[in-house]
């Protein structure tokens, strides 16, 4: 019993420590989408509020143009050399990015080199993050406890959304003790500061976190055999090392990347509406105060927070594919009745309820769809299966979300665009209905049993 309780504490030690570092990158991530509104008039030409938001949310896209790239490198990083390294170096690219943006002077002074360098270290961001949350979703899935791992890994949605939370809090903050316009000229780099400092601290921590031991068996695996092993199983082994985390074997997955293409589609686009976007959207479109809609947006998302690990929980009670069907059924049916009421909602308790029924449907995506991308791959492909076409489908679709939705805004259609994001939930959920269940014969659980990884 001791020994269970010791294994338990070492499992949410490292849980802890994973998904510390997931904040930070994500609330570094998070800070531009929720000071943009103050910086946007800094970095870009003098114009409407609109058309400043919208080329700040075209920067906002162009940074999930790398994180297919970082999906790969770093997911490719973290099959061959190991999560806990893959993980280090992706908060250490994330703090240099976030540095960039809080130092980079403005429009008014460097012209067009502003939002040339404001590119750049959104693309810093993108290869980051694309990076790791292959990296971080396979980690908490890997080092979960066999029969909780809904439950453990729910905390990188957990720990996402968290960091968006405090990008939010830390804008509330700042809200009371500085004016508008000191906001606008120099309060919103203050975030970015204390996003590259929380980055640095997060290098430290993770190179004292464990190493997953699915990844170590793996790898001690590999070093029993070289290029001079005669017999045929020991030769398999060696080519399988050559081969781990490359491209080459995840097209062995045909099946498995398509449907982490289309587990995603659905929930990345309303996971963007229903969050990033949302703020924006009730200052913009409802005609609600910036600071309302902050403390709205921030109460509503510290109760999807915790709704995360419970419906993780649950998921390893019923399933995970029963909580993706509520979520695609729920979101094709009720996204364009939820957004266009919340369009002419200004009531704040009324614009928390509607944002909070979005939020408890897109649950039923964000709680389990990281366990269930890892348990759709072998240990030596994980992190490259999990984070590339997860990574390609979000910079596609998600990262497009708010430049869409604003451009047709723009052009006097906005109503358009809830109908677009139903039919991306509509998309998704003709994938969840003839998908298996996951938790069943996964990867991870049989090689947890057999302590052999699967290749």
Not at 8 to 37: K, Q
Not at 234 to 249: E, H, I, N, P, Q
Not at 313 to 331: C, E, Q, T, W
Not at 371 to 391: D, M
Request: hydrophobic share 50%; charged share 15%.
């Amino acid at each position: 019993m001791t020994t269970q309780f010791a294994g338990e504490r070492r499992v949410i030690g490292n849980v802890l420590r994973g998904s510390l570092g997931n904040l930070a990158e994500w609330y570094d991530w998070y800070v531009y989408a929720a000071f943009s509104v103050y910086f946007a008039q800094s970095f870009f030409p003098k114009g409407d509020s609109t058309a400043q938001l919208l080329q700040s949310a075209a920067v906002f896209a162009v940074g999930f143009l790398m994180r297919p790239i970082g999906g790969w490198a770093l997911g490719m990083y973290a099959d061959r050399y190991g999560r806990r390294s893959a993980l280090t170096l992706s908060v250490t690219v994330m703090a240099a990015g976030s540095l960039m943006i809080a130092v980079t002077p403005g429009y008014q002074t460097i012209g067009i080199a502003a939002p040339v360098m404001l590119v750049l270290a959104r693309l810093l961001q993108g290869l980051s993050l694309g990076g790791e949350y292959a990296t971080s979703a396979t980690y908490l899935s890997e080092v979960a406890t066999p029969g909780k791992r809904g439950f453990y890994s729910s905390f990188q949605y957990v720990t996402l959304v968290a960091g968006q939370l405090v990008a939010l809090g830390v804008q509330i903050i700042l809200q009371q003790f500085l004016t508008n316009a000191q906001m606008n000229n120099w309060g919103w780099r203050i975030p970015f500061v204390i996003g590259a400092g929380g980055a640095v601290l997060i290098m430290w921590l993770r190179r004292h976190m464990d190493e997953s031991e699915h990844y170590q068996v793996a790898a001690d695996l590999d070093k029993l055999t070289g290029p001079e092993a005669i017999d045929a199983i020991a030769a398999d082994v060696a080519r399988k090392r050559a081969a781990r985390g490359s491209l080459r074997m995840l097209l062995r997955y045909p099946r498995e990347c398509l449907i982490v293409v289309g587990l995603t589609l659905g929930g990345t686009v309303a996971f963007y509406t229903y969050t990033t976007y949302m703020q924006k959207f009730m200052i913009n479109t409802a005609g609600i105060s910036k600071s309302t809609a902050a403390w709205i947006n921030f109460l509503a998302l510290l109760v999807f927070v915790v709704l995360q690990p419970l419906a993780g929980m649950l998921s390893d009670r019923i399933g995970r594919r029963k909580l993706l069907l509520f979520f695609g059924v729920a979101g094709t049916l009720l996204t364009v009745p939820i957004m266009s009421v919340l369009a002419h909602t200004k009531n704040p308790v009324g614009a928390f309820a509607l944002m909070m029924f979005a939020l408890v449907i897109i649950t039923g995506y964000t709680s389990i769809n990281a366990i269930v991308k890892a348990e759709l791959f072998p240990t030596r492909i994980r992190a490259l299966g999990v984070g590339l076409p997860y990574a390609l489908t979000v910079a596609i679709f998600g990262g497009t979300a708010e430049t869409i939705a604003l451009a047709l805004k723009k052009a006097g259609h906005e109503s358009v665009y809830f109908w677009y994001v139903a039919a991306c939930v509509l998309l998704s959920l003709t994938i969840y209905y003839f998908m298996r269940e996951t938790s069943k014969d996964s990867p991870i659980d049989n090689e947890a049993k057999s302590r052999v990884p699967v290749a």
